[in-house]
T-cell receptor, first 115, second 114 residues
Framework: DAGVTQSPTHLIKTRGQQVTLRCSPK?????VSWYQQALGQGPQFIFQ???????QRGNFPDRFSGHQFPNYSSELNVNALLLGDSALYLC??????????????FGSGTRLTVV | AQSVSQHNHHVILSEAASLELGCNYS??????LFWYVQYPGQHLQLLLK??????LVKGIKGFEAEFIKSKFSFNLRKPSVQWSDTAEYFC????????????FGAGTQVVVTP
């Protein structure tokens, strides 16, 4: 059990569509980060949410947006999907007070395929 | 720009052999260092982490890693591997002032044959 829950596990979308991925952090964690892992590559940081605000952002276009809810769960939204957005999307959570000294807990991911 | 380099993309070895995976990072400031493992069909799991103090850190399942600051390296080792160590291994770095933005290497696929 990862402790971090992501849904759905798999998703197929058509180019140009929009998609929403969801994440529930591990109990006791209030900080959520999202990563994109393309096939054969390491995860790439998309952004991080804490106290319902985006705190840090990686090198991803504005088509990628997110939200964090009062219960600390989070959504990742991707608009105008491209074939290159096909990847495994990972959510990671951490307890904010120890974020800089804590090993983040990852979910199992959502496999997005854009056709 | 910050970067993480893992030396090998694929490693194949026999059970009981020793394993060493290289990781080098490029960053001018102080960093926290991690090794994660991803077993087939499972989520990323933390093997070990280094924040400060003794540069030789021990993790789960008999793994250890050594931080050599002068070489910007954080190599992972295991004296004797088992078939169950077959997995993909990722080195990751975050600046101490970056509050959680992990930079991952490309990963090393390790296959242990019986």
């Amino acid at each position: 059990d990862a402790g971090v829950t992501q849904s759905p596990t798999h998703l197929i979308k058509t180019r140009g569509q929009q998609v929403t991925l969801r994440c529930s952090p591990k109990s006791g964690h209030d900080t959520v980060s999202w990563y994109q892992q393309a096939l054969g590559q390491g995860p790439q940081f998309i952004f991080q949410y804490y106290e319902e605000e985006e705190r840090q952002r990686g090198n991803f276009p504005d088509r990628f947006s997110g939200h964090q809810f009062p219960n600390y769960s989070s959504e990742l939204n991707v608009n105008a999907l491209l074939l290159g957005d096909s990847a495994l999307y990972l959510c990671a959570s951490s307890p904010s007070r120890a974020s800089t000294t804590y090993g983040y807990t990852f979910g199992s991911g959502t496999r997005l395929t854009v056709v | 720009a910050q970067s993480v380099s893992q030396h090998n993309h694929h490693v194949i070895l026999s059970e009981a052999a020793s394993l060493e995976l290289g990781c080098n990072y490029s960053y001018g400031g102080t960093v926290n260092l991690f090794w994660y493992v991803q077993y087939p069909g499972q989520h990323l799991q933390l093997l070990l982490k280094y924040f400060s103090g003794d540069p030789l850190v021990k993790g789960i399942k008999g793994f250890e890693a050594e931080f050599i600051k002068s070489k910007f390296s954080f190599n992972l080792r295991k004296p004797s591997v088992q078939w169950s160590d077959t997995a993909e291994y990722f080195c990751a770095v975050t600046p101490t002032d970056s509050w959680g933005k992990l930079q991952f290497g490309a990963g090393t696929q390790v296959v242990v044959t019986p």
